[in-house]
């Protein structure tokens, strides 16, 4: 699903234009993007938590040039589903 079926889905469920419901998921992931960025975690019940980590550094190899590569530190994104939507997967 891209974002403009979601948009499409939530203005057929709930009878609102597509203009104000594109504007308020976009607002939603500007919002949940900002808090992740400053290492706030987003619980949104029943469906997950968005959060950071940080991958250690490692020592990666380049195969084709077989030689080795150091990976530094970085953060990444994750996403832990709810008991809830996991349950629903298994449906």
Not at 25 to 41: C, G, H, R, T, Y
Not at 62 to 71: F, G
Not at 86 to 91: E, R
């Amino acid at each position: 699903m891209t974002k403009a079926n979601l948009v499409n889905e939530i203005a057929m469920q709930t009878g609102v234009d597509k203009a104000t419901i594109q504007a308020i998921v976009d607002a939603a992931m500007s919002n949940i993007k900002k808090s992740v960025a400053n290492d706030e975690p987003v619980f949104l019940r029943g469906f997950g938590t968005f959060n950071n980590k940080v991958r250690a550094e490692k020592l990666a190899r380049n195969i084709s040039k077989n030689t080795s590569v150091l990976v530094p530190a970085h953060k990444v994104v994750s996403f832990k589903a709810s008991p809830e939507f996991t349950l629903a997967l298994k449906k």
